[in-house]
C-alpha cells in the first residue's frame, strides 16, 4: 500500500538554528498517526511545512506521492488540515460558514455539506450562530469544514486542546470513525499521552526536533514483559511454571504469581498449569504503558 504521506529527511533551519532535524516518516490510509512529544518539540513546525505555512529548508514532503515543493497545489488539494485553532466567522451560523468555504473549493455541493455535518454530529445546532457554540462544537464545526472537498489526508494540530473529557472522547470517536469508515489518513499531534494511546494507531515521538521513534499502539500492547497470574495452589504452580520454563523470571506475590514472558507464550502457560489440575482464575497482562515507553525512549527529562 503506498503512503498518503511521506516525509523524507526533513529539515528546518531558523537562522543558525536547527529545529527539525531529518524527519522521515510515512502515513497510511485508514490509520490515525499521532506526533507525540512536549510542547516546542517540533510537532507544529513539522505540521506548517506539510502543509506549505512554512518553508523547508532540506528534504522532501510527498502527499499521495506529489511534492509540495514541485507542485503544491495538486499536492495540497488532498488535505485537510486544522493548525492550532479553527478560525471561523463567529456571526455567521455554521451551516453559512460551511457555504463559505465551499465556494472557494469547485464540486462542493449542498448534498456534500449535509453529508459532513451529519458526519460530525452537528445537525441540530449547524443553523445556530458560531458564537454559541462551545469550544467542543467549534472543534467539529472546524472537522467539517476540513472534511467539506473529501480529502485523502486529515492534519490536526492539537485537536483535543481545550476540551473537557466528554468533548475529547467526542473528537477522538469521530477521527477513529472517519479513519474506519471513510479511510482517510489521519495525523494528530498531541503532548496528552493517555489521549494518543487510545486514539491512534501508530505514534511518532518527536524530542528537540529529533525523530525518537515510531511505535505502533498494538505492539506496545502485546510487550507483555509480565503477567500475573491468579492461581492456586499457588506453591504447586510455582513448581510446575519452573519445571516448564527453567529459565523463566517468576516472582511470587501477594496478588499473585509474576512471570516475565513473550506474549505468544501466555496461551502455552495456561496450559501447562491446567493440565496440571491447578486453578488458573486470572491472567493480567502488565504491559507498558505508553507514558512508561514515552519516558524510556526520551530519558525522562522532557515531558508535559
Known sequence: MNPLLQLKNVRKDIGKKTIIHDLSLEVF???????????GAGKTT???MIVGLMGITSGEVLINGISIQKDFEKAIQHVGAIVENPEMYKFLTGYQNLLHYARMTKGVTKERIDEVVQLVGLEKRIHDKVKTYSLGMR????????????PSLLILDEPTNGLDP???????????????EEGLGIV???????EMEMMCDRFAIIQHGRLVGIESVQELSKQAEKVLLTVEPMQQA???IKHAYPHMNVTPTKQGIEVSLDYEEIPNLNAALVSEHIKVYGIQVLTKSLEERFLEMTGGNEIV
Not at 29 to 39: H, Q, R, T
Not at 139 to 150: P, V
Open 29 to 39: 490510509a485508514g490509520e490515525v498517526f499521532g506526533f507525540l512529544g512536549p510542547n
Open 46 to 48: 513539522t505540521i506548517r
Open 139 to 150: 472543534q467539529r464545526l472546524g472537522l467539517a469544514q476540513a472534511l467539506l472537498h473529501r
Open 166 to 180: 466528554a468533548g475529547i472522547r467526542e473528537i477522538r470517536d469521530y477521527l477513529r470513525k472517519l479513519a474506519k
Open 188 to 194: 494528530v499531534s498531541s503532548h496528552l499521552l493517555s
Open 238 to 240: 510455582l513448581a510446575v
